[in-house]
């Protein structure tokens, strides 16, 4: 039987897989962890020190790691780095869609770039992304697409209505395209983790490992590991960890009584 640490494994270097959002936090995991199961990985993400990760990773897991600066956040990047990864020859067996913008502040508040950037980059990219290579992968009868929503769509909290509404999309969108790539050798899963223990969110360090030493936060490694294992198993949506599950009931149906002091303690540190 094989062992869930090496589900997925493939022959060192024989086949590519893409991560964007992958110079930090929990991208940076799925890259590693990719590598270490044999993948040869394109890392994607705004932030030059991508380059770094990548020498690092191919030097200690021995694959080819390739890194593609590039803002994935406007019209059009989707097409340009499928363009470019045609051109270079890349074939993905594995495209996983972890880039992500977090904004903690009302609607009326956030400057529209930021709006437009998010929805962007969460929405119209990851669908593209979706398109092109879930094409690409169906012509060759495999591959696998993994996106990542989040456990606050269900909890449409006052300062996250944008961010939440958004990831409620990549959860709708992604278990309808599943649907759709059934017996196509191509499969599509969202994982919809509640708090990470990475900078994404502004935590400190302190908070970061009070929240992992209480069971509120996750590690980086876990959440990439839960959703690299969802992801092979050809599920769905994933929720990480059982209690976060049972919460959700709860979640739904917040009374406005409970919101509305919650809301006032937590206006001083929107952002």
Known sequence: MLRQRDMGRVPQGSAWAMVTGAALGIGREYAWQLAKLGYNVVMVDILDSVATEAATISKSCGVACVAKVMDLAVEGAAHELHCWSVSEGYEFDVVINNAGIFSFLDVINTPTERLERMLILHDLTLTTMCRLYGEDMVKRGRGRLLNMSSYS??????????????KAYVRSFTRAFAHELHGTGVTATAICPAGVATDLYGLSKDMQAWG????????????????????FRGRNIVVPDWWFRVLIPICNYLPDWLIRPLRRKTMKIQR
């Open 153 to 166: 769509i269900w909890m449409p909290y006052p300062g996250l209505a944008t961010y939440s509404a958004s």
């Open 212 to 231: 992992l030493r209480w069971g509120v936060l996750m590690s980086a490694s876990s959440c990439a590991r839960r959703g690299l294992r969802a992801m």
